[in-house]
């Protein structure tokens, strides 16, 4: 295995972890913790009764990082309860996006993963009623100036990020997937309606083909990479997962249409396929081809993309990785605003100072 390779090589094949020294398990180790799959790691040996084979030094590490996913699965589970009480006279229903989605649904990519935050999804004309129930429940902004507030509250798809005030979890409350000032606009109100009930209560998730959509949006039109190896880990979980649906494929392509999403859906499969040996139907790949951009913008974002979706450690960059993650995160402003907005809203946060959170 290639060192700047060798994360990826793990997750396409964890078998051939049997054969790394003490030296390959701390590149490994370092890899996948910078890029939050150490608990994935962990999660994919013991599936194949794999984790007695690895030295004493490195198991510690995963047992560790698979105890602490552990206990996020138990505070999101705790806080998504808070939130239902919280919204419980509102009259809306709650519906959970990517992790605790993932995790309130029973679905692969919650096995292993930590999470930063809770995201919501809610009609924009309720808002302020959801906005209002959840402060008298102890959460609030995290960003005061006014600058901060008009721009989430004018332009973007959702409140600022509200901090509970003794728990200091984050929620994300939205009322659509992509800003409203993007170039893409998928209709929230068809998400809304397809959402898929979780038990009697006001609880929800995005239907299966719309779930991948989001999960692909959030990954290709966000300029933050971080974790840009993990959630294309998602998408791949989710794809092997819903493959086994009767007619997805047919419905993710025909949806993605009907959502203006088919450019996501193409670099969903394109890398997920390309990256993790993600098993797509040649009929899918040749459908989803209506989202494929021109030659040389596919050849850029291959450079781009190919570098951005490595986990973030000095030993996976090259000299192309700094300037790929910049052209990436100048893309993603690019494709949620206009111009002049892109231009006014860059120049401030250049000269002023964030807000402390």
């Known amino acids: 295995m290639s060192v700047e390779d060798l994360l990826v090589d793990a997750l396409r094949r964890p078998e051939a972890l049997a054969s790394l020294d003490l030296r390959g398990w ?3 180790i370092r890899q996948a913790r910078s890029a939050n799959l150490l608990g994935r790691i962990c ?3 013991e599936a194949r009764d794999l984790i007695s084979r690895v030295p004493a030094p490195a198991r510690h590490h995963l047992e560790s990082a698979r105890t602490v996913a552990a ?12 939130i239902q009480e919280a919204l419980s006279d509102v009259g809306v229903s709650i519906i959970l996006l990517k992790g605790a989605a993932y995790l309130m649904a029973g679905l692969p990519p919650a096995a292993g993963r930590l999470f930063s935050d809770i995201d919501i999804l809610v009609p924009k004309d309720r808002l302020p009623t959801v906005e209002a129930a959840l402060m008298l429940h102890g959460w609030g902004a995290r960003h005061h100036s006014p600058y901060d507030q008009r721009y989430y509250r004018t332009w973007m798809h959702e409140l600022p990020p509200m901090r509970h005030v003794t728990r200091l979890s984050v929620l994300d409350v939205h009322h659509a997937i992509l800003p409203e000032t993007s170039r893409l606009r998928p209709d929230p109100i068809m998400l809304r309606e397809a959402a898929h009930p979780l038990g009697d209560g006001n609880l929800m998730v995005l239907a299966p083909a719309d779930m991948v959509l989001h999960s692909a949006v959030h990954l290709f039109h966000d300029g933050e990479f971080s974790s840009a190896l ?5 998408l791949d ?9 009767p007619g997805f494929w047919d419905e993710v392509v025909s949806r993605a249409g009907s959502l203006h999403l088919s450019r996501p859906l193409f670099y969903a499969l394109r890398y997920t396929s390309m990256i993790l040996d993600t098993p797509v139907p040649a009929k899918t790949v040749v459908e989803a081809n209506i989202g494929r951009p021109p030659r040389g913008v596919l050849q850029l974002m291959d450079i781009l993309l ?4 490595r986990p973030r450690h000095t030993m996976c960059d090259d000299w192309l990785t700094a300037p790929s993650l910049g052209a990436l995160y100048i893309r993603a402003h690019w494709l949620r605003m206009p111009p002049l907005l892109l231009a006014r ?5 250049a000269f002023t100072r964030e807000d402390a959170a």
């Open 345 to 349: 809203h860059l120049l401030h946060k």
């Open 230 to 234: 993990r959630d294309l880990v998602d």
């Open 26 to 28: 701390d590149q490994l």
């Open 71 to 82: 206990r996020h699965v138990n505070a999101v589970r705790w806080e998504v309860r808070c």
């Open 43 to 45: 999660v994919l040996l």
């Open 237 to 245: 979980l989710l794809l092997r997962n819903f493959t086994n649906l």
């Open 306 to 309: 190919l570098r951005g979706l």
